[in-house]
């Protein structure tokens, strides 16, 4: 049984160029003809400055999700590391690009290596730190030498007007002045497509590898409804309803297959539970939260940040903003691959040095789970 697992390389592939705010528009299209009142809004709060989409302006897709999280695996392969090295995949998404066949199985078909064990975790943005702890499960146990995990999303596709007409054109039927719900409208201007992958290895290589402490992921589901759904509804005690339980043509008239997000749930939440969670940690490890030399939180919008300083400052804890490490505001809000992405940019910017700490913290809004990952620089 191996003792230690290690992060050995990590890639990205961000599909097309960087978007900006002024033509999402451009890409997205508009609902009913107008501009959206919403956007501007939800981006002066978001502080995103720019995204990628895997779509082009017609709403083409230019990748699928398998394919961009393919690019980025493909990187990970070189002379020491080949494609015919890999023994365990395990990928995570929120995006599918279908129901069946799994995710992971699709990015396989899109690789050419050989026949192995895959894995497939769907949810969202947990979802690609779970891949992660299956793999380092899998190095650590000594199931395999090596696994390879990858987080995407390809959400900009279920972001476009097209989605969104049907139901617009039924409630100014109803309403004199039709808008979609806020919580409907609002993740279109937080959402962006792309890949991060990581090779997970039971010896470290070369000059910087990152060693894998711990990861820790809890949800709260047991206490806590749905805060961000899609392929259902709400009823009015908050009961989820699924897909199935609509006829075919409420599919379209309520947006049944959107991407909706209760922002009440949300604000009244998503930081308090992961300062609990955090707390919990700190006393199951006897970690000690000063020895941290970077912390890289997803965070969906800008906003969260002084709520998260706020949250840590009421608990006694003490990271200050200057250990802080993201690029939300270059690359958005790219759910399951995000944490992938910040961690390789932050790991091939040539800053880190042996025996610093970076601990990881991901939050899900979906109903409500949280994940925290401590690395070792070596």
């Known amino acids: 049984m191996s003792n230690e697992v290690y992060i050995t390389k990590l890639a990205k592939f961000l599909p097309n160029k960087p978007i900006s705010n002024d033509e999402m528009e451009d890409y997205l299209g508009m609902i009913d003809n107008?501009?959206?009142?919403?956007?501007?809004?939800v981006l002066r709060n978001n502080g995103i400055k720019t995204r990628y989409y895997a779509i082009d302006k017609e709403g083409n897709s230019t990748h699928s999700n398998a394919e961009i999280t393919a690019i980025a695996i493909e990187k990970l392969f070189d002379e020491r590391f080949t494609r015919n090295d890999i023994e365990l995949l395990a990928c995570g998404t929120t995006s599918p690009d279908q129901i069946l066949p799994s995710h992971t199985s699709m990015i396989h078909g899109c690789l050419n290596i050989p026949s192995i064990e895959l894995a497939s975790f769907q949810g969202s943005c947990c979802s690609g730190i779970q891949a992660l702890k299956f793999c380092y499960l899998s190095v650590l146990a000594g199931n395999t030498t090596n696994a390879v995990c990858a987080g995407s999303e390809h959400l900009s596709k279920w972001?476009?007007?097209?989605?969104?007409?049907?139901?617009?054109?039924?409630?100014?039927?109803?309403e004199a002045n039709?808008?979609?719900?806020?919580?409907?409208?609002f993740l279109r201007w937080m959402l962006s497509d792309g890949a991060g992958a990581a090779l997970l290895e039971s010896q470290p290589y070369g000059e910087q590898s990152l060693k894998i402490e711990w990861i820790d992921i809890r949800s709260y589901a047991n206490q806590?409804?749905?805060?961000?759904?899609?392929?259902?509804?709400k009823d009015c005690d908050g009961k989820l309803l699924g897909w199935t339980e609509f006829e075919a043509e409420d599919w379209l008239h309520k947006s049944i297959f959107s991407l909706k997000q209760d922002t009440r749930l949300l604000g009244e939440n998503i930081v308090k539970m992961g300062g609990l969670f955090l707390k919990?940690?700190?006393?199951?490890?006897?970690?000690?939260?000063d020895t941290i030399d970077y912390f890289l939180p997803h965070i969906s919008s800008e906003y969260f940040r002084g709520k998260i300083l706020e949250n840590f400052e009421e608990l006694g804890y003490d990271i200050p903003a200057h250990k802080w490490f993201t690029n939300l505001s270059s690359v958005g809000n790219i759910g399951a691959g995000s944490s992938f992405i910040m961690l390789e940019e932050l790991f091939n910017s040539g800053q880190l040095k042996k025996g610093q700490?970076?601990?990881?913290?991901?939050?899900?809004?979906?109903?409500?789970?949280?994940?925290?990952?401590?690395?070792?620089v070596c």
């Not at 039709?178 to 409208?185: L, V």
């Open 34 to 41: 107008q501009p959206s009142k919403a956007r501007r809004i």
């Open 159 to 174: 972001m476009l007007s097209k989605n969104f007409e049907n139901e617009s054109k039924k409630i100014r039927l109803l």
């Open 178 to 185: 039709p808008m979609i719900a806020f919580e409907k409208e």
């Open 224 to 233: 806590l409804e749905t805060c961000m759904y899609a392929g259902s509804e």
């Open 280 to 289: 919990d940690i700190r006393a199951k490890r006897n970690f000690d939260l």
């Open 357 to 376: 700490k970076l601990l990881l913290m991901v939050p899900e809004s979906a109903r409500f789970s949280y994940a925290f990952a401590l690395l070792t």
